[in-house]
């Protein structure tokens, strides 16, 4: 169950699958827009948990990558969580509470998504339910168990929103943050990042605990206290842990290069993911895991 641990929340997003080639032509919804998805969004989730329609519902009526919303303290949601609190109406019954861009256009700094990280062809829109306990546990309980295999969007959420953003939509469906951490490591394993899932998803969930990446042939990383140390070989260095004893100098010079991008797709995938990253210097005679230790 993806809550919060400070109240009772269960934490998902709209996730919208892009046309090849597509670009969303808008970042966040008006706000009559928003209302709208939001609405919809709520119908939807309710037919695989009744139990929504007495939540709160709060939406961003903007997308981000999902690796925004995969943030240690799930930033996007607690941004939600704030304004939710600050929202009127509390004690009036469930609300709808959507928020989008203000009335000249401009897009409030909660809903402002990194530049950086736009050009993915997945995009996500957060969503917080909050409520009583019961509630809550009940709800989502039974999202966590449906959502991943069932959750499509209805024909009409999806045409909203691909008429509001602009956007070339191929599909649209619910998923809980955990299901998104799920479809996230699948894909990570494809794309040959597998073996730095685990140390993410220790971020994630249990952030004060350690996690290394120590697997020869992928660079060495040691993940504590919110961050992520990355060693730092001097040529020399990787050569006594990497290289092996039948490989030319050439060869030894490619090697090098290409475990050197691999350094640095491994720290900007950790960056997107709001993991800081520190590379730490391991000169060739000092043991690199007591440098990353140090």
């Known amino acids: 169950m993806t809550r919060s641990t400070t109240s009772p929340v269960v934490m998902g997003v709209m996730a919208l699958e892009l046309a090849a080639g597509s670009t969303p032509r808008r970042a966040a919804l008006s706000a009559a827009d928003a209302s709208g998805l939001a609405e919809k969004l709520g119908r939807d989730l309710a037919t695989h948990a009744p139990q929504v329609r007495d939540l709160d519902l709060v939406f961003a009526g903007a997308h981000f990558d999902p690796a925004e919303a995969l943030r240690p303290g799930w930033p996007l949601h607690q941004r939600l969580r704030e304004l939710h609190q600050r929202a ?47 509630a809550v546990e009940a709800v989502a309980e039974r999202l966590e168990s449906v959502l991943l295999e069932t959750g499509m969007a209805q024909a009409d959420t999806a045409l909203l929103a691909q008429t509001a953003f602009g956007a070339q939509i191929e599909h649209a469906r619910y998923m809980t943050l955990h299901d998104l951490a799920a479809m996230t490591a699948m894909q990570y394993d494809h794309g040959g990042l597998g073996a730095l899932w685990p140390v993410i998803e220790t971020a994630l969930m249990a952030p004060t605990e350690e996690a290394w990446l120590d697997a020869v042939p992928e660079p060495l990383l040691r993940y504590a206290s919110g961050e992520v140390h990355i060693a730092l070989f001097e040529p020399m260095a990787w050569r006594a842990r990497y290289a092996t004893q039948e490989a030319t100098d050439e060869r030894l010079e490619r090697a090098y290069q290409h475990f050197q991008a691999r350094q640095q797709q491994i720290a900007a995938v950790l960056e997107a993911h709001g993991i800081p990253v520190t590379f730490a210097h391991c000169p060739a005679k000092a043991d690199a895991r007591d440098t990353l230790q140090s």
Do not use: K
């Open 88 to 134: 009127p109406g509390r004690g009036d019954g469930a609300r709808v509470i959507a928020f989008g861009a203000d009335d000249t256009g401009d897009i409030p700094m909660p809903l402002q998504a990194d530049d950086g990280l736009r050009g993915g062809l997945l995009r996500v829109l957060p969503f917080v339910l909050s409520g009583d306990v019961p």
